[in-house]
């Protein structure tokens, strides 16, 4: 097994951990105050870091991670929504 495909894995494994286990705790918190639990900017950093770790795994063919950097995206645009839904 070459040392970009383990790379790979340890990226996707860490990578869905965060986005599978954190984000939907932050989801699920500020649907329960009614209020984003985040200020803008750092959602808007967080959907320019999946956006481009997206476009780099797109241009190196590097399939596996690009999953879930994908799923985290979507994730990360629900908290953005959030922030304008429960905005006071």
Do not use: D
């Amino acid at each position: 097994m070459s040392a970009v495909v383990i790379f790979s894995l340890l990226v996707t494994v860490f990578s869905l951990a965060l986005t599978l286990i954190g984000i939907p705790a932050q989801i699920a918190k500020n649907y329960r105050e009614k209020r984003s639990g985040q200020p803008l900017l750092t959602i808007i950093i967080a959907l320019g870091f999946y956006v481009s770790q997206i476009g780099l795994f797109y241009l190196t063919g590097n399939w596996l991670p690009l999953i879930s950097f994908v799923v985290g995206f979507v994730m990360w645009s629900i908290v953005f929504a959030q922030y304008f839904l429960y905005q006071k």
